[in-house]
């Protein structure tokens, strides 16, 4: 069954950087919209979060998990374009050699350029509709930054690390179910783990830099430090999409290497054994 999800996968990936080439602008758009849905969704789940927190509520992060994973269902259904996601996919494209190297590195490229722009956008959008300057909300969300701007350059990276491979293996249950309601259920569950775990997405801490920055929630803090923490985010997600789920579900699928028969070499033995027997012979 796993052949079958890679072989899916494989072609995801070659369709995706066909796109790109034939028409980039039509590929960008795609990528704007992931970077719209994946911001929609952390809007949600921290303007809940936020209501949950004023009343201290134990489920304050649950019921945002719940919320966030709107967002992947949104990118999934849709078919638009997610960073992350494509760590996977793009990885089995490369180890299936549907597409090359380049083709690999330019579709990350724009599609992480593509949803950066989608989160700001949104974030332009958000902020003019005067909702995140409420108190409640614009501390939230200030309080959320911060503290993910505080966390370790190495506790980033093995976050993102730990974040994609949830988030990846996400995507591929849904290559890999039938019924759209399962692919659901399973989306929800999986995004769940993550988020309430604590785990970093590059794409979804876009959306939250650049609403608590543009809002003025962290307007003290250098763009250089933002994008510091975003890269160091996206390596690890990388990893974690890329490697531990696309390389590893990539080689548990290729067929497994055989040694040549014991019983071969055995017979082959045999037989210039007993041709040398019958040349001694003849030679007698």
Known sequence: MNKITIEKIGNAALNKSFMLKDDSSKYMLSSVMGGVFASIGIIIALTIGAIFAQHNSPSE????????????MLIVFTGTELFTGNNMTMIIGRLSKKIKTSDLFNVWLATWLGNLLGTIIIAFIY?????????L??????????????IAPS???FRGVLCNFLVCMAIFMAYRLKDEVAKMIAICLIIIAFFVSGFEHCIANMGIYTIA?????????????????????????????????GAVFYRIST??????????GINRCLDLKFIYMDLSRKGA
């Open 61 to 72: 992060k649950l019921i945002s998990a719940v919320t966030f994973s709107i967002a992947l």
């Open 127 to 135: 902020v003019g509709s005067g909702l995140a300057n409420r108190n």
């Open 137 to 150: 909300t614009l501390s939230y969300f200030t309080n959320i930054a911060q503290n993910k701007l505080a």
């Open 155 to 157: 506790e980033m990276f």
């Open 213 to 245: 920055y543009i809002a003025g929630g962290i307007a003290n803090v250098s763009i250089a430090k933002i994008a510091f923490a975003t890269v160091m985010v996206t390596l690890g997600n990388i990893v974690g999409g890329g490697l531990l789920v």
């Open 255 to 264: 067929k497994k290497f055989t040694m040549p028969s014991i019983n071969i």
